[in-house]
């Protein structure tokens, strides 16, 4: 499975961190973004795939361990501050927070649709294998 990880460019001083996102850095037009953060160290989120959304998946601060599974592989990548990861469609991808000032930043290719997630993994397995 190839994975693109990306540093996106952190700057940092007394005032405080800065990390700058150019839409031209990414595989798509984004139209969506949300961040993830006040879970419980050790918790998981995400565990689905989608059918037609891309996204990034950018570290703001802490630590965060994403699983990424093709159908066949699956490949395990830890975040710091300003790593990112990009997570194709048709993915399965699970988020575990591992520092209580976890925070993440999700850039998406789609707008939110409902009909769009797999949340069963069995599901997702027999879809890739099509």
């Not at 996204?55 to 599974?69: R, T």
């Given at each position: ?24 850095e990414l595989p798509f037009i984004p139209k969506r973004i ?97």
């Open positions: 499975m190839e994975t693109k990880i990306k540093n996106f460019k952190l700057f940092s001083d007394e005032r405080g961190d800065l990390i700058p996102i150019n839409f031209s949300f961040t993830v953060n006040n879970v419980s160290v050790n918790s998981f989120r995400g565990n689905h795939s989608h059918f037609n959304t891309k996204q990034f998946l950018i570290c703001i601060s802490g630590k965060i361990e994403i699983k990424l599974h093709d159908g066949k592989y699956e490949k395990t990548i830890f975040l710091n501050k300003s790593e990112s990861v990009f997570v194709d469609n048709l993915i399965w991808d699970s988020q575990k927070f591992m520092t209580e000032d976890s925070t993440l930043l999700v850039i998406c290719s789609t707008e939110y649709n409902s009909e769009d997630y797999i949340f069963d993994f069995e599901e997702f397995i027999k879809l890739k294998k099509k």
